[in-house]
């Protein structure tokens, strides 16, 4: 065995996890004792500093089981990351938003002392649309959208979370986009605008979508008006991306950044990790990572087909988020939530993201990518111009101007998966299922919130148990 690994049981692993729902898993026997010829370092190998990888870890530390986490970025975090916009605060250029029905996330935040607020800003929203601005409060949905919200809902009760691929009508909805689906409904193009807009928002183009993915997405939210509203009930202070930097703190030096891995082989006994610095030996390994961030690495034994057929075909789109920085958050002063829905070349949508105290003001837009200039300068430039246009002149003098473009990451090919048609039927079945030694993790491979912080933490509790229950706990 292991030279590190403590003496613990399956009971004192599940109380390091937390209370937060574990799904069932079956790894299969426990590891064999080690070749007498090799020595393994570790128990366990994590690929992946980001909020599934350090979950696993954090779990797997306080259970007694030696871990090293390599990661490929200079950064712990994944896809959170937060820069200070002054004394205390913070802007968000990654995830942002959590919600209530979100145990997992919230459970985590409170263990590592995060307190967290509501996103909420009472007020108007803001419209500019034909060259005309005005105000009114919050849109409810149509009657109509929301009977297109009840087809999509009942749908997903049709979805098993745990293997949607099975679901009795999996192939006919994954043979078709969301776009196709709406259009065959005879929505009219404003019904259609409502349906649309919140999925462009938290997952991406219709036209591209599988409705089966869809579904999926609502069945693992619990509805449709979870993802649109629910998921963005509240926000962390100080931000996400402390959560991971708080893990990262109790693992000391067994994480290293700058670490891309390059392969893992696996024998009969353990599995070797390798990147350009080091080699390490370990019982078991976890990638948590994107199935299309995972096709980086080579892997001895090839993966099976379906597994590699995933990770090629598997679909992650890139985001921009561009914040603007005020003394203060002026728009509320006029009545307005900082939401705002226009025309405009750049600006789809912008909400209020100021700290917690309001001590500054902050107006994060998710903008329309085709406009966006090339320069940095000129992209801020134009949305100041824009951002004027829709909340008048005290908008002109922003005090700071962030953005973050997730295209630009090296080591990270997407924020979201929309998949297209035809991937979750071929090879969804490889998702969590573990290649020998090899185990998955990341927000995708989650059942519950798929897709969010929290179904990360959650896919990165799912893997610890996995490892634990496969390496033995004698």
């Given at each position: ?9 399956r ?20 590891d ?5 010829d090799?020595e393994v ?8 500093a980001g ?9 797997l530390?306080?259970?007694?089981y ?6 490929a970025?200079?950064?712990v975090?994944?896809r ?13 250029g ?5 919600g209530?029905?979100?145990t997992?996330?919230l459970q ?7 307190e967290?607020?509501p ?8 419209y500019h ?9 919050p849109?409810?949905p ?24 099975d ?8 043979a ?11 929505a ?11 999925i ?7 036209s591209?979508?599988?409705?089966l993915?869809?579904?999926f997405?609502?069945a ?16 962390l202070?100080?931000g996400p ?15 290293s ?13 353990h ?5 350009e ?13 994107p ?19 995933l990770?090629?075909s598997?679909?992650a ?5 561009q ?20 025309d405009?070349?750049?600006i789809?949508v ?18 329309n990518v085709?406009?966006l200039p090339?320069?940095a300068?000129?992209r801020?430039?134009a949305?100041?111009?824009?951002i ?7 908008a ?9 473009d ?24 490889a ?24 179904g ?13 229950d496969?390496?033995?706990?004698n």
């Open positions: 065995m292991s030279k590190h690994r403590l003496s613990v049981s009971r004192s692993f599940v109380a390091a996890v937390g209370s937060a729902p574990l799904l069932a898993c079956d790894p299969g026997p426990s064999p004792p080690d070749d007498d090799v370092d570790l128990d366990v190998v994590i690929v992946g909020l599934s990888g350090l979950t696993a870890a954090r779990a530390s306080l259970a007694g030696s871990v090293r986490v390599l990661e970025r200079d950064a975090g994944g959170t990351m937060d820069w200070d916009v002054g004394p205390g605060a913070v802007a968000e990654g995830a942002q938003w959590v209530t029905t979100q997992a996330i985590l935040a409170e263990e590592l002392g995060v967290t607020f996103a909420e800003v009472p007020g108007n929203t803001r649309f034909d060259g005309f601005t005005f105000d009114a409060p849109d409810e149509s009657p109509e959208a929301l009977a297109l919200q009840a087809e999509l809902d009942a749908l997903a009760a049709t979805v098993p979370v745990d293997a949607p691929w679901a009795p009508s999996a192939a006919m909805l994954d078709q986009t969301v776009e196709e689906w709406l259009m065959a409904q005879g009219s193009a404003e019904v259609a605008d409502e349906i649309r807009l919140p462009l928002v938290f997952l991406g183009d219709t591209q979508l599988s409705l993915y869809l579904a997405y609502i693992s939210a619990g509805s449709f008006a979870a993802l649109e509203t629910g998921a963005q009930s509240h926000r202070v100080g991306q402390q959560l991971s930097v708080l893990m990262a703190d109790g693992l000391a030096d067994a994480l950044l700058s670490t891309p891995v390059a392969s893992i082989e696996e024998t009969d006994t599995v070797q990790v390798t990147t610095q080091d080699t390490f030996t370990a019982h078991r390994v976890i990638v948590a990572m199935p299309s961030d995972a096709d980086r690495i080579k892997f001895d034994p090839p993966l099976p087909p379906t597994r590699a057929q990770q090629s598997w679909v789109t890139p985001g921009v988020k914040h603007l920085v005020y003394a203060d958050p002026f728009w509320r002063d006029e009545g307005l939530s900082g939401t705002a829905f226009t405009l070349p750049i789809i912008s909400f209020d993201a100021s700290p917690a105290d309001a001590s500054v003001g902050v107006l994060v837009v998710f903008p085709d406009a090339e320069t300068a000129a801020e430039s949305l100041v111009d824009e004027t246009t829709v909340f008048g002149k005290q002109a003098t922003p005090t700071g101007y962030f953005e973050k997730w295209d630009e990451e090296p080591w990270i090919s997407g924020c979201v998966s929309p998949l297209p048609p035809g991937v979750l039927t071929q090879s969804g079945p998702l969590r299922t573990p290649v020998g030694r090899v185990h998955w993790a990341g927000t995708e491979t989650a059942q519950i919130w798929t897709g969010y912080m929290d990360a933490v959650r896919a990165g509790q799912r893997a610890a148990l996995e490892v634990a496969a390496i033995g706990t």
